[in-house]
Each structure stands twice: as C-alpha cells, then as structure tokens.
C-alpha cells in the first residue's frame, strides 16, 4: 500500500510518500517546508501569513514526491490552526479527485502518538500490541499538552489536558520574554545545557503538580518568568549566566511536572508503557531524565518515544496514522474524495 500524506495544521508545510507492505515501512518521501525563518519577527506563529506560505507551498512539495500507485491520499483535519488545515484539506480533495483514490481524514494528536509504532528495521510493533496496552501518552505540543488513556489504536479517553498554555508556548513565551527567538523550544534546550549551576536565586513554580487531577497550566510559569526578569537589573537579566539560568529553571519546571503527572497516572491506571509525542518531546533533558524515571520508578512499564526528527510536526506521522485508520475502519474504500470531512476537535 502506498499512502501520499499531507500535514499542515501549523507553520510547516509537511508532505510525505510511504509504502507499507506486510507491516514493513520504506519511506520514500518525507519533507518538510519550514515557516520559521517568517514567523520568528512575530515570536510565534501568525496564522494568515502560514495559511499563505501553506498555499505557495505545497504545490512546489507535491511536485518534488512521486504520485505513482498511490493507493490513498491521507491529510490532517484537525486540531490545528483553522485557515492552515483547510489549505491541506481542500489541496488534499483536489488531488484525491485527480488521482481517484480515495481520502482519510487524520487527527494530528493520533499520528503524533502513532508515530511510536515505527519499530527497529522500520517494522511496525503490531505484535507487540498486546504488550503495549493499556498505555498512557503525553502529547506535549505548540498548541497541546494532553494525557490520554489508550486501550488500542483508535481507543482513547482524555485524561487531562492543560488549561490555558501548551508546554511548548511556555517554551516559545519564555524565549520571547528573553529574546531569544521563534521557536524557543531548541534556543531554551541549547542555553539550558550551558548552565553551570551559581545562580541560585530563580525559584519557579511546578503549577498544579500536587493537584490529583490530570490537568495542567503553564501561563503562571511564563508570568513568573516575566516578573523575575523585570525585577533584575538591565545588566543582569541581560548576563549570559542569568540566560542560561532561567532557561534551566524553566525547562526544568516544565519537566517536573510532566514527569510527574506522567508517571502518577501510569501507576493509578498500571499502564504497560508510557508513549509520548509532540514538538517537545524532541527536548533531549525531557527525554533523558522520563526513562531514568520510568526506569526507576516503575521499572515493568515501557518507554516508547519517537525520534526527536519525527517529534515536531512532520507527514510522515499523519501517513502512518492513515495505515491504522485504514485498518480499523471496514468501510474505508467508501470515504470518497468528495466526502465532507468533519474536522474532529476531540479524539
Ligand atoms: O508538534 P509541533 O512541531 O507542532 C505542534 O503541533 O504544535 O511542536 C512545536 C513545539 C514548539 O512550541 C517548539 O518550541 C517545541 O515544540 N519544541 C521544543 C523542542 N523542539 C520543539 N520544546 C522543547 N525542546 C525542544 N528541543
Ligand atoms: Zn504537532
């Protein structure tokens, strides 16, 4: 089967060509077009301007990938920014028709979390389903910060999820509150590793770690962020050691209480492993110190986590999404180009 799969929810143009025979992966396109050099004046992603460079965009990438024996066209429908998805749907639509194959939908928190599946040798861990479930994930994104309870492909129930800002636009705000630039995800990764400890006097707040529930807020970080660094000196908040101190602080605040939360729900729902997905977790210190803990604290449960490439957003994810979706539905041939498609919001 060979899927041609479209991503566009936010500020990068993704198109990717996959082949997947007996469960076995080959890639044979995966690009990505990034918005970032444009939305980095604006510190974040301005919609209008990424719905425009979508547009320009991806007829230059669809070009660029083989459309030989495509078998079905996969695109993501939702979550995202509204006017981007829709530059991907109805470019999705009209190369359905053309190609007369037909389209599948795909919620882009699922192909984040399905993206996992890509085992050693590019063989999908179907077999080992039976030790993967139940499975706690944590989708930590731009636009995202979820805990899901997954029972199996397509079974999923909504833990918790934040209540105003996602893990990474904390990242993002804190980098703009220090100027350090569009996305801050990477800028505040790379000064954080430079800190050498001696600034001892940033102490932020983990928000809503005691809390029993599942929920999570991160704008009371950023304002904590903010009022710390006008409280300093001009000359100290702009010192290279304090940069890397708050950076450290921050990543580390961030960290704490996604581990936190993490773990304490795969214990209380004695999940088999913990899969987790999204932009921030291609962030190295999140990545180490989650298998130290899971190693340490709950030892029998497994650690799953893609590549730090396939974390951000990419197509490759949203065509492996299409391969499972194909498989659950019975009635997938009859999802037809010029279906409507409904934007799901929820999984
Ligand atoms: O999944 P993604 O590419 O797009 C969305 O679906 O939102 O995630 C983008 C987010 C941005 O907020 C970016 O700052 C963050 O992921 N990010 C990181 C790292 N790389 C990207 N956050 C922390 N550390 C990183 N290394
Ligand atoms: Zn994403």
């Not at 986590?305 to 019975?330: H, Q, W």
Request: with cysteine.
């Amino acid at each position: 089967m060979r899927i041609l799969a479209i991503e566009t929810s936010c500020d990068d143009t993704c198109v990717a060509v996959l082949e997947i025979r007996n469960s076995k992966l080959e890639i044979k396109s995966n690009i990505v077009s990034s918005q970032v050099k444009l939305h980095q004046k604006y510190g974040g992603v301005y919609p209008s301007l990424a719905k425009r460079e979508h547009q320009k965009n991806l007829p230059l990438l669809i070009k660029k990938v083989s459309h030989n024996k495509i078998d079905l066209i996969g695109v993501t429908a939702g979550p995202g920014l509204d006017p981007c998805l829709w530059v991907g749907v109805n470019f999705a639509k009209d190369l359905a028709k053309k190609l007369k194959v037909s389209i599948v939908p795909i919620n882009h928190i699922e192909a984040h979390i399905l993206v996992n599946f890509i085992g050693n040798n590019f063989q999908f861990l179907i077999s080992n389903f039976q030790t993967m479930f139940p499975a706690i994930c944590l989708v930590v994104s731009g636009g995202h910060t979820q805990l899901i309870l997954m029972k199996g492909v397509g079974k999923y129930r909504i833990l918790g999820e934040t209540q105003d800002d996602a893990a990474g636009e904390c990242f993002d705000k804190v980098a703009r509150i220090l100027g350090l630039g569009y996305p801050g995800g990477p800028a505040i990764a790379k000064l954080a590793a430079k800190f050498e400890g001696g600034f001892a006097s940033i102490n932020l707040p983990r928000p809503m770690i005691h809390q029993k529930n599942y929920d999570f807020s991160f704008s009371g970080l950023k304002t904590a962020v903010l009022y710390d660094f006008k409280n300093r000196k001009p000359k100290e908040r702009k010192s290279k050691k304090y940069i890397q101190a708050m950076c450290h602080e921050a990543q580390q605040a961030i960290i704490d209480v996604l581990i936190k939360k993490t773990l304490k729900a795969a214990k209380n729902y004695k999940t088999k492993s913990i899969i987790l997905g999204g932009g921030v977790a291609a962030n190295n210190e999140l990545r180490k110190q989650f298998r130290e803990r899971v190693k340490k604290e709950i030892p029998y449960c497994k650690f799953y986590i893609p590549d730090s490439e396939f974390c951000t957003d990419n197509a490759l994810m949203t065509g492996i999404a299409v391969y499972f979706n194909r498989r659950k539905k019975k009635n997938w041939k009859k999802i037809k180009a010029n279906a409507n498609l409904r934007i799901d919001r929820k999984l």
